[in-house]
């Protein structure tokens, strides 16, 4: 590990904090059109410390929605290219009066840093940025390739981004791609995620009668689509967390000996899970299955949210003619969503009630991606967290989706470096999010230890 990659880190530590929080002022809320400005903002700043950076050929691109921002430094020879990953766009900060300080003024507290974006993705993202600078200036160059490609839309669907990868697998080709938008199992724990569940997310929409009718003049003769929509959704998941969609298994496949034993060692506390996490009375999902396998390895069923009828006060007597529902199934690891969206099609058709049509839309779909703990980058990767942060690197899964990871799968054949420096306290899309001030300028450290030991590996 390099002492003057340490020396420089730490030596600029106040600058380093400074930029970010300049950058977290920038309100780049990407679901608002009101905030579209902000957003090519938060781009011409990202692009702007790139080519501080040291890296070349920064281009901001612009889409039909919010803009994409690339760079490449590409005077390696003989080494290895890596393609960085990270998005400048954030979540709403709703609702305000929950925030202790304001969203958009980044406030130091109890060794964070509280602002929204500050860990997703902000803070972690540019912490990639600030390592190219800290192996330019030490070492006058960089011990790898290095590609970038940011975005501006990761928090509303990154259709662009998707678009932008499929057609251009050249110039974006790499060995490997690094993501930093994850999160360590818990302070102090290196930790590589390996796995991710894929997508499908649906709206079900029941059509009954042709309008809403009197339910004392028709009820018990016509059909009511909320109530057909309900009868079709209890028949999708058992009263123990089965899914009965005929299919929809087929592929699953378990999760090696070697993982789950490595999940047994995590530290994990059942009890306080559910109280301090879920903060139900109790924890659902399939029997004889443990909560990390359930979370991280098997397919599961959800419904979002449900819409039709008459929900204002007081009493309206109506059979409602329409009804949706917004669902998704969150697929693992060699699950095909095409399979499975054919399964669901022909599931609403074999269970569709009397009287009612279903209509379903897709609106997003993405695979579950592996990574291969054997790849030799991954191998790197763990020993310069371990490295910096004292201790064995710990592989995990997670729950949930990161598209951008099987578009990189997909269309440039590469896997995934889920090197993240969150914790799971850190409130993401939540009031309060923050970002644990040492985890940022750790995560410098350990990038730039990544890229020199990954030169030299090769």
């Known amino acids: 590990m390099s002492q003057k990659i340490d020396a420089y880190v730490q030596s600029n530590e106040a600058r380093f904090l400074d930029e970010l929080k300049e950058f977290l002022r920038i309100p780049s809320i990407s679901t608002l059109p009101e905030h579209n400005t902000d957003t090519q903002r938060a781009a011409e700043f990202a692009a702007t410390k790139l080519a501080a950076a040291g890296l070349e050929n920064v281009e901001i691109i612009q889409t039909e929605r919010h803009p994409l921002v690339y760079a490449d430094w590409l005077h390696a020879a003989g080494k290895p290219t ?12 709703d609702p305000l009066d929950l925030w202790e300080t304001p969203p958009f003024e980044p406030t130091e507290r109890n060794g964070n840093l509280y602002a929204r974006g500050s860990a997703d993705d902000k803070g972690q993202m540019y912490s990639h940025i600030k390592a190219f600078e800290a192996l330019r200036d030490v070492h006058g160059t960089l011990p790898v390739n290095i590609k970038v490609l940011l975005e501006g839309e ?24 690094l993501v930093s938008d994850t999160e360590m199992y818990e302070p102090g724990m290196p930790t590589l995620n390996v796995g991710l569940r894929g997508l499908l997310y649906m709206e079900i929409e029941a059509q009954g009668p042709a309008r809403d009718l009197h339910s004392g003049l028709y009820g018990g003769a016509a059909p009511n689509a909320v109530f ?3 009868e079709l959704l209890s028949k999708a998941k058992d009263a123990d967390g089965h899914l009965q969609i005929p299919g929809i298994y087929d592929t699953v496949e378990p999760p090696s000996a070697d993982e789950k034993a490595s999940w047994a060692q995590l530290p994990f506390n059942e009890a306080e899970y559910l109280a301090s996490e879920v903060g139900s009375t109790s924890l659902t999902g399939e029997p004889g299955y443990s909560v990390f396998e359930r979370t991280w390895a098997r397919p599961t069923f959800e419904v979002h949210g449900i819409a039709g009828g008459f929900t204002g006060s007081g009493a309206k007597t109506v059979i409602p003619a329409k009804a949706v529902a917004k669902v998704s199934i969150r697929l693992v690891p060699r699950q095909d969503p095409a399979a499975i969206e054919a399964a669901v099609r022909k599931f609403v058709v074999d269970n569709t009630p009397k009287g009612i049509r279903f209509e379903v839309r897709v609106l997003s779909s993405g695979p579950g991606p592996m990574v291969n703990t054997d790849h030799p980058a991954i191998r790197v990767a763990a020993k310069a967290f371990s490295d910096v942060f004292g201790k064995p690197t710990v592989f995990t899964r ?42 940022y300028f750790d995560g410098i450290r350990t990038l730039a230890h990544f890229f020199e030991e990954y030169g030299a590996a090769s």
């Open 398 to 439: 997670s729950g949930g989706s990161i598209p951008i990871v099987g578009d990189f799968a997909s269309h440039l054949g590469i896997p995934t470096i889920l090197m993240g420096f969150g914790l799971p306290d850190d409130g993401l899309h939540s009031p309060n999010e923050k970002y644990n001030i040492r985890n």
């Open 82 to 93: 890596v393609l960085c990953y990270g998005h400048f766009d954030v979540q709403p900060p």
């Open 154 to 177: 990761e928090e509303v669907g990154g259709l662009s981004v998707a678009a932008y990868v499929a057609q251009n697998p050249q110039k974006l080709h790499a060995d490997v791609a």
């Open 228 to 230: 057909g929509l309900v």
